[in-house]
């Protein structure tokens, strides 16, 4: 028996296993490695994977349902499904090209991608690529000056959400990179060089488009910065506290729609909730900042518990999401909308630029034969399922 595909993939690589699989042989293992890794024992970034399968789904065979809708309206848009992209630094090294290939396939298939601060394609060229759609992560400069104008910049441009990192007042202790000697800034050993060498599609794309570098962030740095002095300014520009006296500054400044990355508690949920924030991203950067902390799954269950929450602001999710089950998962415990990192960029590593709209068509094939299994229509009716 044959089945059509809603969402045509490529068959060869059907899960997000598959997609990781193939990207690890095809990227340096220095770059994979600053993909791949967590904070400390990495504990933290294995339950944000694991603890999904903790929640169950139950279908209604004999429901009558009609037609499968996966689109979801948010900050007045409506997407084609309650999933984006999200905020990944250094995607360039990763993969060349990784945030332009992003950005317009996110575009193409109407879901969001966030740029980050720290990646490596600027503001105006994301901008340009994705027809004014893609959103931008800021990571909050210690200096109001330099925070200003990104925001102009964003303004220039017409952003249409601007996401603050609040998750950060330090860099986390990353031993895989800290032993390839990729913590920040890059640095090439002879070990590093190897593993390019290894790689030649990547070093070949990489020739092509160039070295990576903090585009964004080009304006304001010095010409000429060897990698020493680059990790001064990177260290200099971005170390510090994000509190709520910073985010209600940037709430007075920015008009659109604004939302705060790395909520995990009641106490940071009601702060954010007194400044008017539109909406919160629940995570703990993808397990790479705290290893005793519970996994970002966890940290919505608790955090949805609390019903008030969810006329006030839209809650999100970033963390640990690898199938259209896990989807599910989530949007049954309470999650408006939800985003994914590695797994694009496992798609991008993959399969290049093919991977972007693989990836997507994939978690939307996933996703609807899950509702249909549920008998759902929308993705409001995923908390009806959950057992």
């Avoid at 904070?39 to 970034?45: I, R, T």
């Avoid at 060498?197 to 585009?215: D, Y």
């Avoid at 020493?228 to 006296?245: A, D, R």
Wanted: contains cysteine.
């Amino acid at each position: 028996m044959s089945v059509k595909i809603k969402y045509p993939y490529n068959p060869g690589y059907p899960s997000v296993a598959d997609l990781k699989k193939r990207a690890k042989w095809r990227i340096p293992k220095f770059a994979f490695d600053y993909l791949e890794g967590g904070c400390n024992e990495e504990l933290n970034l294995a339950r944000n994977e694991n603890d999904f399968d903790d929640i169950l789904l139950k279908p209604q065979y004999l429901h009558v349902s009609g037609d499968i809708d996966m689109s979801v309206e948010l900050f007045g848009k409506t997407y084609s499904a309650a999933f984006g992209i999200s905020p990944i630094g250094l995607q360039g090294l990763m993969w060349p090209n990784a945030p332009e290939i992003l950005a317009k396939a996110a575009a193409k298939n109407n879901v969001p991608y966030i740029l980050s601060t720290v990646s490596t394609s600027s503001i105006e060229r994301i901008a340009e690529v994705s027809n004014g759609e893609a959103w931008f992560q800021l990571y909050h400069p210690t200096e109001d000056r330099l925070r200003d104008d990104i925001l102009n910049r964003l303004k220039a441009v017409e952003c249409p959400v601007l996401v603050v990192l609040v998750d950060v007042p330090s860099f986390g202790l990353r031993y895989r990179e800290i032993k390839s000697g990729l913590s920040m800034p890059p640095k090439m050993n002879i070990s590093n060089i190897f593993q390019a060498m290894i790689c030649p599609e990547w070093g070949i794309k990489t020739l092509k488009h160039g070295i990576p570098n903090f585009a964004t962030l080009q304006p304001y740095m010095e010409k000429g910065l060897d990698l020493s002095q680059l990790g001064q300014f990177m260290n200099k520009t971005f170390t510090g506290k994000v509190n709520i006296q910073k985010v209600q500054a940037i709430r007075d400044i920015w008009q659109g729609p604004l939302v705060l990355k790395g909520i995990t508690t009641q106490e940071d949920m009601e702060a954010a909730i007194s400044i008017g924030v539109d909406g919160v991203i629940v995570s703990n950067h993808g397990g790479r900042q705290i290893d005793a902390g519970e996994s970002s799954i966890h940290s919505l269950i608790r955090l949805t518990q609390n019903t008030s929450y969810a006329s006030k602001v839209k809650i999100m999710l970033d963390g640990g999401i690898r199938s259209g089950v896990d989807l599910g998962r989530a949007y049954a415990v309470g999650s408006d909308f939800n985003f994914m990192g590695r797994p694009f960029m496992y798609g991008v590593g993959a399969l290049g630029d093919e991977g972007a709209d693989h990836t997507i068509n994939m978690f939307k094939a996933q996703l609807y034969q899950v509702m249909q299994q549920l008998s759902i229509e929308n993705i409001k009716q995923f908390p009806s399922r959950l057992l």
